[in-house]
């Protein structure tokens, strides 16, 4: 018979009386790599083609209804940013129009009174007054003219249609007369000045 110090660390052979059988006792080590072993198969029965084409196929309809998501949420973006800039443009036309709409009262009593009157001084001034208004008007809405007289010729805000020979160096590629007056809508220039230029 072996001794206790023959017996190996991992199972003990035991006999039990009244039977033949041999009974293997097993240590904590050999039990937990049992574990393991039954473990790796059931992993192997989950990763089997069935259950890896099942979660393939769940994953493509959760990716497929989150760009669908995605796609309804970017269309409507699209339309509200659409309608948004629309409602702004004629927002700001119609707070235009709506400061236009004296200058409009006053041509209309201007047309009226030449029918009416023959003094032609008195229509004049009439005329003045509301060219002044309109002015003021469109100054409140942010329109400046293009100043020109005496200024060097600029491209961002001048647009040469003549060259006028001069004697004078000093007014070598300046305006030297204002065609058409130019405007800006606050830093943009809406329409450049026509000039003509020193040369």
Known sequence: MKNKKDIPVEAAETEVPDTDATVVVADDDVVAAA????????????????????????????????????????????????????????????????????VLDDLERAMQNIEKS???????????????????????????RIDTEGKDFDTDYHEAVALVPVESPEQKGRVIDCVQTGYRLGDKVLRHAKVAVGQ
């Open 118 to 144: 023959d003094d032609v001084s008195t229509l004049r001034e009439g005329v003045e007054l509301i060219v002044a208004k309109l002015s003021k008007t469109l100054q409140a809405q942010g329109l400046s």
């Open 35 to 102: 574990e393991d072993v039954v473990a790796a198969e059931a992993e192997a029965d989950s990763t089997s083609p069935e259950a890896l084409l099942a979660h393939a196929e769940a994953e493509i309809a959760e990716l497929k209804d989150k760009n669908l998501r995605l796609m309804a949420e970017f269309d409507n973006f699209r339309k509200r940013t659409i309608k948004e800039k629309a409602e702004l443009i004629l927002g700001g036309g119609e707070k235009v129009l709506t400061a236009l709409l004296p």
